[in-house]
């Protein structure tokens, strides 16, 4: 049938004519989706809201040769609370575009758009320890993506790292011990604490993660590890994540 329906997460959206623009969708039900809302910058257009970026609608989509077309849409969660504050729309900037980078196109990835989904919940409520979520949202999509680091036993020689400083490679894929440090020339090293909590963001309920108390000092670091890890594996920095580094960590 060339018309379907899908309920979807705004990752991207950007102008394609005066009154046109393309957007990048993560959906439910068939993944990732290119689709054009034509006419949808016009003032007069009933679209506008549910389009806007983190916006989670439900679409009503007319297959194209080369790019689906909004036909109808209806917004569900605008996410109100990331729009009036500049930490939590930059941080929710930078979960769209990695998302967005670590999906494939009509993919059906049911997990990756929950987390994104449940994320988004998260970090637009009062309170919300938004750098420790990203944290955990950041190991989690490597998860779902197949590109989780190994986190328990040395990527050179498989044995357990169990000694109280951590080597870490992003090039070979995870810890390695004192040693395999020479078997890449990225090895960085860290408490073996800062790997503990990275292991413990992995499997601990999101909605609890604000009871995990974690210095100043060992969320640089889980920074470190993740940032230089998700850049090698993407091949790219991502455009967000420079503007954080710009706006808020000067490292």
């Known amino acids: 049938m060339k018309l379907y329906k899908v309920d979807a997460i ?14 990048t969708l993560l959906s439910r039900q068939k993944g990732k989706i290119k689709a054009v809302a034509h006419g949808v910058n016009k003032p007069s257009s009933r679209k506008r809201g549910a389009v806007q970026p983190f916006c989670y609608s439900s679409f009503l989509l007319y297959r194209g040769r080369e790019l689906d077309s909004v036909n109808q849409c209806e917004g569900i969660e605008a996410f109100s609370g990331l729009r009036a504050d500049l930490d939590r729309i930059s941080y929710a900037s930078y979960l769209a575009e990695l998302t967005d980078y670590a999906s494939m196109e009509d993919q059906i990835n049911g997990e990756a758009f929950f987390l994104l989904l449940t ?11 938004v750098e420790l979520l990203t944290r955990s949202f950041e190991i989690r999509l490597l998860d779902i993506a197949g590109l989780r680091p190994h986190l328990d036993n040395c990527v050179g020689c498989g044995v357990p790292v169990e000694s ?11 810890v390695v011990c004192g040693r395999c440090s020479g078997i890449a020339g990225d090895v960085k090293f ?3 604490g800062t790997v503990e909590i990275l292991k413990l963001l992995l499997k601990w309920d999101l909605k609890k993660t604000e009871r995990i108390k974690v210095s100043p000092r060992v969320r640089q670091q889980l920074r470190q590890i993740m940032q230089n890890y998700i850049s090698y594996h993407l091949e790219k920095k991502l455009a967000t994540a420079l503007f954080l580094e710009k706006l808020y960590y000067h490292y």
Not at 119 to 129: K, Q
């Open 10 to 23: 705004v990752l991207r959206s950007r102008e394609m004519r005066d009154a046109d623009r393309i957007l």
């Open 190 to 192: 860290f408490p073996r």
């Open 164 to 174: 109280e400083t951590v080597g870490f490679s992003s090039s070979t894929g995870g």
């Open 119 to 129: 994320i988004l919940h998260l970090i637009s409520r009062d309170g919300a320890d």
